[in-house]
């Protein structure tokens, strides 16, 4: 069993920066692929970015490239996720989950889900 939870959401305004956490319990997290999703009122959880277990390969969502970087320390068993240049579009609940190794685009491919923490931009 995984347990996630995330932290560092918060109002930034338009431009501004967030650099969001995401712990994991259990002693699986460094054979685990970490994905960041997202999820506006009344619209789907849509992947963000997600990383492999040693970080050594990332994907990013077209909505996100160039303003996200995902990284992880597998010694504190957590995943970060830095945001910059963001927009009022990027406002939503941002989750954080776990698969086996790779990353994966499709979030029925995750086995763990953490929360979500709230993330809003002001224009």
């Known amino acids: 069993q995984v347990q996630l939870a995330e932290s560092g959401g918060g109002l930034v305004q338009t431009g501004g920066s967030l650099r969001l956490s995401c712990t994991a319990s259990g002693r699986t997290f460094s054979r685990s692929a970490m994905g960041w999703f997202r999820q506006a009122p009344g619209q789907d959880r849509d992947f963000v970015a997600g990383?492999?277990?040693?970080?050594?390969?990332?994907l990013y969502a077209d909505s996100v490239k160039g303003r996200f970087t995902i990284s992880r320390d597998n010694a504190k068993n957590t995943v970060y996720l830095q945001m910059n240049s963001l927009k009022p579009e990027d406002t939503a609940v941002y989750v954080c989950a776990a698969r086996p190794i790779v990353p994966s685009m499709t979030k029925q491919e995750y086995n763990y889900w953490g929360r979500g923490t709230q993330v809003t931009v002001s224009s």
């Open positions: 990383i492999s277990y040693n970080g050594g390969s990332a």
